[in-house]
């Protein structure tokens, strides 16, 4: 009573527990009595501006360090060495854009050094293995030099939702799903069989498996040629499309192929190539005629090709 020098006839509330629940109670207790007592003005629209986010925040059901946005935001240079004795108090370069306190986007400066994203990697509990499983193709581009970079997206639906003063964003979609995450229109969630869960590799029961690289090459490769030629304007006479097919699954399977090598011990090599053909001897042959270069087209006038119109 002494804190909030209350007297007779005034009414304090307060909330005990852990803070950060706290504050979201307080928070929407707040703007619930601001409406209760039409405090806040309808056509009024106040912007705001929020920084200086935490990186991390603790968790009690994993009883670790998570991030409080992602784990590749950069932290503050001046936080950076807080990242393994204080974890707690560092700071992300992170920034939302919040209008009458409904977020209408957000974004951050991104790690672009391999170096400080594994630091980070070890802030949040996760080990070699763990790393290298959920986020190597990362790690791996890193090292090829990444440069600065940071990024940021607006909500315009949110922004049309304020606008029109619509009560929930459901108002503003064309085909908005219901409170329990399903579609009407397209009926969403399905059934899926058990052969889409064996090629993502996920096991009914719950728990995921991997599934080996020669199980997932196992199943021939189908190439729909007829849509392949349609999208390259090309008409291809039936004597040319068996042997287009079999060069084309011939090229999938070697790039399956080499897939499979195991090149994570190699170091990058970066070389300028002398300008020639270091394959075969360059030879200079008769140009084809322009009628011969056509003759597969779909459609020509005037010696080019003759792309249908599509928007009208």
Known sequence: LNKTNAGPGDFVLFCADKLKTARNVLGRLRLDIADMFSLRRE????????????????????????????????????????????????RAQAYDVVLNGVELGSGSVRIHDSGLQQRVFRALGFTE?????????????????????????FGLDRFVMLLLGAPSLREVIAFPKIKDASCPLTAAPSV??????????????????????????????????????KLALLDLPAEEAEKAESDMAEIIEFFGQLNKIDTGSAEPADHAPEMQNVMRKDEVV?????????????GSRGGFILVPRIVE
Do not use: C, N, W
């Not at 008769?286 to 779909?298: H, I, Q, T, V």
């Open 129 to 153: 293995s763990e790393v290298e499983e959920r986020f190597g193709f990362m790690v791996r581009a890193f090292r090829y030099g990444t440069p600065p970079h940071a990024g940021f997206a």
């Open 192 to 229: 899926v069989d058990s052969e889409q869960l064996d090629v993502l590799g996920i096991s009914p029961g719950g728990g995921g498996h991997a599934v080996p690289a020669e199980r997932k090459t196992e199943k021939k490769q189908q190439i729909d040629l007829q849509r392949i030629s």
């Open 286 to 298: 008769k140009p084809m005629d322009r009628d011969e270069l056509l003759k597969s087209a779909s």
């Open 43 to 90: 056509d009024d629209y106040r912007f705001l501006f929020v920084t200086d986010f935490p990186a991390f925040e603790y968790s009690e059901e994993e009883k670790r360090f998570v991030s409080s946005h992602h784990p590749f935001t950069q932290p503050y240079p001046e936080d950076v060495e807080k990242l393994e004795s204080d974890p707690g108090s560092v």
